[in-house]
């Protein structure tokens, strides 16, 4: 592989594009004066091969490659080298079927920069990677050879001349490697230092801790496993003295039930002697009637039954009155409160519209306070160590602000006279153009009128489309909606057909022609919902069979049904016309609630939600019905007489008034409810679904036609607007139009460049201003310094005193903002909870007015018949006992026993209180049993073992009383380790102990590798010794053999310094006629030339590379050295290609191709000859 070809565009002195061809494969020079651009030559090349050392190619940077740096009108540099790659032995990976190899490398005015190989743009790293797998590194290059390498040679010490043998060989890298190696294991060796005092001073003494906390941990769990153990006997024998004393009570309550017994039945003889009494009074008065013809009897019934009626119509006013003036007093507080409330709201909301602007404007305040302050303690901090602050606010020197300052200067400078001599070239570019183009050509004319109908057409079409109303693509939508909607009316049809759910509805067949079907409601059970699914089993136990009951607006839709429907299996219907509710009224209900607590019961009403159509079917079902949290409270309501209504547990037991029981399993399908409503929520759904589904499609049909214009139209439009594209496509490539556009970009331009010039002249004055004041600083920098430093000083007291101000008055002003907002939540709560239980109050007032209007006639009606009915009794009463002597003595009697019964019926409610307050302790005692029971859940099972002996309740091993003192000092102590004790020493101590076996077996492990590498090392040290040896023999044989054609009668070699190897160092010896020369010393400057050409080239031999370029090489030497040179190189380099630059004839007259270069006319310019023994093959 060899270079072929060279172009260079733009490189250097190369302004011209410059190709050279005819390289010749082995032996190519270059001659000229000196500054014909001759070196230029080899520095493209180097530039091509990817130089990133740019003093290699004497620049600076890379718009100094530029021919004249860009300032001639030229501002880009290519060079380009096409390589010979028929050598499959030099091919490059990856192009071996490329006979021939291009590389491009243009580097632009402003930095761009790029690479091409075979016309392909490629990274950088790409192309220093083709070069260097053909040894041509050019950032390392070995093969390149300038005169100043040859001193450099010269002046090598033993050890380097070594060091270029180890280059040579390869074992230089294994050097650096094994170097970095060793310095890498003295790294770990020192970390396993560390490591291992970090295990003795820390992780052990951490061991030796938890170890000592996992001690008292298992003192811990001893002490845990004794509180279990006398938490045993005592809590047992505490529930087996709670047994003995709800034994005893119940006994006394036996005493006492015997007792009120007796009473009653004293109490219940009395009154058999008083209605034989009564009955011996009757005989009398019956006697006395029919003296008197039965008058007073009828008078004594009508008033029975007249003070019945009486006492009803007076209880039932009584309790109206109670309840409405209960309610106005309600009321009447309620207005009250909510006038307060709303009058506090008021002054709470004008307080926070004062506290609320003050308080941001605080907040405000203290943010920027405290960022000035920072801002002040950074300036102090910058002042005290001797910089200063910029306007940006950051800490410099005055020094780095007047570099900084004067390179702004040279930028505005710099930018200024580019500027300046772009917009006069580009004033001259537009000057031209304008010139040129004066007058349109036909087809731009031809173009132009097309474009302006189409433009037209264009508009129309589209104001058609604007008036269609329709958005495009809106029907694809409808139709994509559409069948979303079929898919999830199928998903759901499928849903309730896999659940099974027609089977609650109602299947029969229309009774009649026209038969209305939404008169049927459907199941009860699907007409309402149950607010709360905990409530579920109850509401399901309260509604029974009513809950699978069909509902239907009257009697006849359900009799027309039943009769000719049709049906498959047996219904029952609830016609909402002829059902009768007996719903409790809202006064039971709260009597029910303020007797057994408001969170025990509730009214199977208020738990479920339903359409208010279905009213009198949730009455009929659930209005006499209670909801109890348990059974104990629902026998006590069902046995109170003013409720009278069935009451159900959250567990579904059924209490009536009876007091009849049922329950206590739940029934199969108790989550009916559930299901129901999941059934109802699909339904739901599916109602939804088809519902959109009817409008999409009204929507698809309402539009279908407007859609087809739509898109004839859009079609249209869309042809209109491709033949408008390519008509200003043409018009855009008419050399007039071209003309205009570069008209406008350069008119563009003009402005563009007329704007940064007066920026530009803007910041020059702003940084000569700049300089001066820092230059002025700079003269007087230590009082500058002196008052930066007291005004940063005061400028930081005063920040933080405002800083502090301002925390302060926004913390003062901060609790009372967040208690305003908090109490203003609060009262705005408050009212809307007032307000509406006002107006529920004020409801129930208005019906409770209504009923006191008709419950006072009643009333007020039954008192006056009641009082005439007295006054005639009274009259004949007095008439007749004045006349009957016996009957008063039986009256007598009757008193008396009347009043023994008082005395009884008083003694047997002092008995019935000390029963209660028996069972009251009963039931304390059950109570904290039962507690005991939950809280000690072994209890239950085990509480037939308490006090039996041989068991771990055997009371006689220990006594409970001194294990409840020993359970509460074992607990103090429990609690007192709790504080202190690590639970998690266990865990911790094996996972530590783990961590620290697992270290020491890794610090194992490193030793072991360190000794194996140690090994490994010294192996290939003897490795290396070998090669570098081989390597030396070859070299020491190429460089004497270079030497001595290059000069006849001498020999040269490479010399250990020492006997005892090679590795202490090398030096060069040369002899003539075998005597050798003591040092380098005693040569001439040019035999020193050829020694260390000879060496260098010796090297190169060793490991070739397919191109060598020599820079002058032979400047030093004589006429016969130089053709000597060129003797070597056809004798010992055949394979590789030399490009050799010199100005002697003794050398370039040995090419087989001459190029010789000039300078004409400010360019470089290059001519080829061909020697002698080229011309001859």
Partial sequence: MYVKKLVLDGFKSYGKRTEIEGFDPEFTAITGLNGSGKSNILDSICFVLGISNLQNVRASALQDLVFKNGQAGITKATVTIVFDNTNAQQCPPGYEKCREISVTRQVVVGGKNKFLINGKLVQNKKVQDFFCSIQLNVNNPNFLIMQGKIQQVLNMKPKEVLSMVEEAAGTSVYKTKRDATKTLIEKKEGKVRETSALLEEEVLPKLDKLRKERTAYQEYQKICRDIEFLTYIFISARYLKLCDALQSVEASEEKIENRIATCRETHARNLEEIESTDVKVKDIQHKIDEEMGGALKSLEEQLSAKRAIEAKASG???????????????????????????AALLKKQQAMAMVKDEFQGLKDADANDAKAYEDAKRKLEAVSQGLSTNEDGEACTLQEQLIAAKQQLSEAQTTIKTSEMELRHTRTLLNQKQGETQTNDAAYTKDKSLQDQLEVEVKNLEHQLQGLNYEGGQFEQLKERRQELHNEVREIKRELDRRNGARYDLQYNDPEPNFQRQKVRGMVGKLFQVNDMNNSMAISMAAGG???????????????????GNLQRRVTFIPINK??????????????????????????MSLISYDRYFEPVMQFVFGGILICKDLEVAKGLSADQRIGGRCVTLEGDVVDSAGTLSGGAAPKGANI???????????KDLNAKMNELKQVEEQLNAIENVARNHNKLKEALELRQHELSMCKSRLAHTA???????????KEKVKTLEQQILDARDKQKASQAKVKDVEAKLADAKGYRERELKAANNEVKAAQQRADKSRANWKKREQEFETLQLEISELEKSIEAAKQQHQEMVDNLEKYKEELDALQQNSSSAATEVSELEKAIKAQKDNLNSQNKEMRILLGKKEKMLKQNQELE?????????????????????????????????????????GMKNTRYDYSKEDPVEAGNKLTKMQEKKEKMERTLNMNAMQTLEREEENYNETVRRRQIVEQDKEKIKQIIVKLDEEEQGQVKRAWEAVTENFSGIFSTLLPGAQALLKPVKTNGILSGL???VGFNGVFKDSLGELSGGQKSLVALSLVLAMLKFSPAPLYILDEVDAALDMSHTQNIGSMLKQHFRDSQFLIVSLKDGLFNHANVLFRTQFLEGVSTISRTVGRSTAKR
Wanted: glycine residues 2%.
């Fill in 1067 to 1069: 030096e060069i010896k």
């Fill in 316 to 342: 039932s006013l009584k309790a109206a009155k109670g309840t409405i003036e209960q309610d106005q007093k309600k009321i009447r507080m309620a207005n009250k409160n909510i006038s307060e409330d709303e």
């Fill in 546 to 564: 009513h809950l699978y009951s069909y509902v239907a607006d009257d009697d006849v839709t359900s009799k027309k049904i039943l009769q000719r």
């Fill in 906 to 946: 008083l003694e047997v409610k002092k008995k019935e209180n000390e029963k209660s307050k028996i069972s009251a302790e009963a039931k304390d005692a059950k109570k904290r049993m039962d507690a005991l029971e939950v809280k000690y859940p072994w209890i239950p099972e085990e509480k037939s073992f308490f």
């Fill in 736 to 746: 007039f139009q071209q003309n205009q556009s570069e008209i406008e970009e350069m």
């Fill in 673 to 683: 409810l559930e299901e129901l409503s999941s059934l109802r929520n699909l339904e």
């Fill in 579 to 604: 059902i009768t509710p007996s719903p409790l009224s809202p006064q039971v209900i709260q009597y029910a609630k303020n007797t057994y607590g408001h969170d025990n019961v509730d009214s199977a």
